[in-house]
């Protein structure tokens, strides 16, 4: 495992490249996410995906979300969009809202909920858009805890859970929230799954 320290606001691109090429690798990566540490891999990285699951302890019919480098592209993993889901993209990204949509075909099996779904967001700390759009696709993410545990705020708190398990861990410094990010059903009317970090309207 290694653990690669970054600042998080003026991020070196050396740094940035070599963790994009991690991600690459298919390797399972522990970052600074909106709000709590996420953990994730390529999304196209089939391997890596299952040993999340695994690490997790979580149920495959659960899936990862998937973090994108812009609105749009988070958007066009969608294969039908409600106006909801416009709206609050315009509104709240960049930023902590998870929005789940129709999946489109893009999208791998591993990550497509049992009833189409996918979960997905636009970041909001600029680093991290950087460095998925240097991976080229987008990226899974999920809080980097065991199911059920305490969200891990620091890289020591990730260590200190997944020890070895994981690849990378990318230290940018304590979280900014405690909370993980706000996940907002969008598949018709609104509906918020997750109280998290992000208080959301949804009037117009």
Known sequence: MKRITLDIHHPAPAALAEIAGRFLEGSVVAYPSDTVYGLGCAMLAAKAVDRIYQLKGRDSGNPLLLLASTPSEALGLANQLAPSAIRLADRYWP???TLIVHAGSQVPPA????LGTVAVRCPGPLFLRRLIEMVGQPITSTSANF???LHALDADAVLSTFANGIDVVVDGGPSSDHL??????VLGEPEIVRQGSLDVEFGG
């Open 95 to 97: 930023g902590p809202l």
């Open 111 to 114: 990550l497509v909920g049992p």
């Open 180 to 185: 993980p990010t706000t996940i907002v059903n």
């Open 147 to 149: 199911t059920g545990g």
